[in-house]
């Protein structure tokens, strides 16, 4: 049973360009967290999906990032015209449920020149 | 506002000897609370969680305690392990706030010394 997915593992773009973070959650998992961590930094919530749903996005910043999970395909963080603030790990986490404990991918490191 | 706190960014043990991280938070609606461990370039693992209805969860070497009214809880790992140097963290979550996010610490560095 493979766990939860991230790619591309390091991502590396230029100010302005566009990242495009994937991941394709636990088999049977319906449930999808993304996390960002600073340098020196716990993991920051951002935005809780189930498929085709934005359940909570209280912790996206306002402009340039999005998120999806469609029905079919990985879940997609989007962020626009990036900036060197966007640098960062940022980890997918997924769960089945309420009760169960999420499981972390291996996270993708943005580094933006 | 930092709702989880490990105010101990790293820690030194010995192999053999008794590792205590500590957590502290703010939030009296955290119900459920959990510690991952995270070695570099890897997502964190789940470790060991405990309800806010217990004081204390015990999984072989690591034991979880809870004081609620100090709103502190500690992992302890007995005896250390090399392998046990990772960076811990502490998350929590209001399960009665619909999302089920979890709020984690900055985290402490464990160093086990052979």
């Known amino acids: 049973n493979a766990g939860v997915m991230q790619n591309p593992r390091h991502l590396v773009r230029r100010r302005g360009q566009e990242a495009r973070l994937r991941c394709s959650p636990m088999k049977g998992h319906s449930h999808v967290y993304w996390y960002r961590q600073l340098p020196e930094e716990g993991l920051k919530f951002m935005v809780y999906?189930?498929?085709?749903?934005?359940?909570?996005e209280s912790g996206m910043p306002k402009e340039r990032f999005s998120a999806e999970f469609p029905k079919e395909g990985p879940s997609i963080l989007r962020i626009q015209q990036v900036v060197r603030g966007d640098s960062a790990a940022y980890f997918c986490a997924s769960f089945r449920d309420a009760n169960e404990k999420l499981f972390f991918g291996s996270g993708t490191q943005l580094s933006v020149l | 506002d930092q709702q989880v706190k490990q105010n101990s960014p790293s820690l030194s043990v010995q192999e053999g000897r008794i590792s205590i991280l500590n957590c502290d938070y703010t939030?009296?609606?955290?119900?459920?609370f959990l510690w991952y461990k995270k070695y570099p370039a890897e997502g964190p693992t789940f470790l060991i969680s405990i309800s806010s209805i217990k004081d204390k969860n015990e999984d072989g070497r690591f034991t979880v305690f809870l004081n609620k009214s100090a709103k502190h809880l500690s992992l302890h790992i007995v005896p250390s392990q090399p392998g046990d140097s990772a960076v811990y963290f502490c998350a929590a979550r209001n399960s009665g706030a619909g999302s089920y996010q979890l709020t984690f610490g900055k985290g402490t560095k464990l160093s086990v010394i052979p």
């Open positions: 999906l189930q498929k085709e749903n934005i359940i909570d």
């Open positions: 939030n009296s609606m955290f119900d459920y």
